[in-house]
């Protein structure tokens, strides 16, 4: 398979780069591709669930292993 990385300093104040951003994740949900999830800032849980389809299975079995979320990232906390 191909990879593709952007590695890039982004804020609140980015607009313009944050637009982009979100455009190139609209692509990728669109097509059924897949994102690095601990280096994205902007799928939101639709996305997630859309690109990931066992996303759902995997937030039960953390759930029932996962009792006190030691496991926890913005991201989880983003899409959940």
Known sequence: GISISINTICNNNDKDKIKKFK???NYIVK???KIYLSKD???NRSNVNQ??????KFLK???KYDKFSILYSDFLKRVV
């Not at 690109?51 to 759902?56: H, L, R």
């Open 51 to 56: 690109i990931y389809p066992n996303f759902k």
């Open 31 to 33: 097509n059924k591709l």
């Open 61 to 63: 079995i953390k759930k």
């Open 41 to 43: 800032f902007f799928l």
């Open 23 to 25: 455009k190139i994740n």
